[in-house]
């Protein structure tokens, strides 16, 4: 248990095994216990660094709040508390754009990133036309159901649904336009990131009812050096469905992408 003042806040992070640096960020619907299936796993390979965004968890925001649009800076400042020089990072979700826009503005300092249920900034018209279509006429979902997981996970795992509820429950509220995009942004991050060639992986469940999972096969197909993984019978958040396959998939991906 730890607190880094970086950035005008005070930033609630954990370091967990030693070895080359992996960065774990969070989604919107979770905090740093999100990677609680992660963690003993990873640890025993990886110096792994899980932490909370400024308003999620125990980390707050400055009197004036900046939000979201300080995360980057953020993971800079922590990174440079922590003496890390370079990492990989493994981003969920929301922490996709704390990865990507941090990567783009420090790529020295990034060795590998894993995009899971984000495009990570690449995106295109048509991506931009299945997004418009998925809002207009969301999936159906059962009642019950987290709309961050497969439709049918809190039928078929109840204790580890309430637990996801449980850490969601911990954040302060967030107003329904925190995550909104910029007005009439339409810029694309897959240029930069085809011109740095930073070791990438896209992965997205199957059964995304949040992100329609075309939009990140699409991110992934903008930058060729880039990898691609549908996960059958998950939903948006496949590192808390499917931990054994997020695992050894992302473990994997890392081997073979990380220095020696």
């Known amino acids: 248990m730890a607190f880094a003042d970086v950035n005008g ?11 080359t ?8 619907g979770g905090n740093h216990i999100s990677w609680w299936q992660q963690i003993p796993y990873f640890s025993e390979f990886y110096k792994c ?20 649009t300080a995360f980057a800076d953020d993971l800079e400042g922590l990174l440079d508390h922590l003496a890390i020089d370079k990492a990989a990072i ?34 295109n018209e048509e991506s931009r036309e299945v997004r418009k279509k998925h809002k207009a ?8 159901a987290i709309k961050a997981l497969s439709p049918d996970f809190s039928e078929r795992f109840p204790e580890k649904s309430l637990l996801y509820r449980q850490i969601m429950r911990m954040n302060p509220r967030h107003g329904p336009d925190f995550l909104a995009p910029r007005p009439n942004h339409n810029g694309s991050t ?11 992986l896209f992965m997205v469940g199957q059964e995304d009812k949040l992100v329609h999972p075309k939009t990140i096969e699409i991110a992934s197909s903008l930058i060729p050096h880039s990898e ?20 050894e998939l992302v473990h994997g991906f890392l081997k073979t992408n990380l220095p020696e």
């Not at 930033?11 to 030693?18: L, Q, R, S, T, W």
């Not at 640096?21 to 919107?28: D, L, R």
């Not at 009197?63 to 979201?68: I, L, M, S």
């Not at 006429?137 to 019950?144: C, I």
């Open 190 to 200: 897959d240029e930069r990131f085809s011109e740095l060639g930073i070791p990438t």
């Open 228 to 247: 691609f993984v549908m996960v059958e019978r998950s939903g948006h958040s496949i590192y808390y469905e499917q931990p054994e396959f997020f695992n």
């Open 49 to 68: 660094v899980i932490f909370d965004h400024r308003t999620f968890g125990r980390t707050p925001d400055e009197a004036v709040p900046k939000g979201r």
């Open 90 to 123: 493994v981003a969920h979700s929301m922490g996709g754009r704390t990865a990507a826009v941090f990567s783009l503005r420090n790529p020295k300092r990034v060795t590998a990133l894993v995009f899971s249920g984000t495009n990570g900034g690449s995106d």
């Open 21 to 28: 640096p992996v960065v774990f960020a969070h989604g919107s």
């Open 9 to 19: 806040v005070s930033m609630y992070y954990e370091v967990h095994g030693e070895g």
């Open 137 to 144: 006429s969301p999936p159906f979902l059962p009642e019950g």
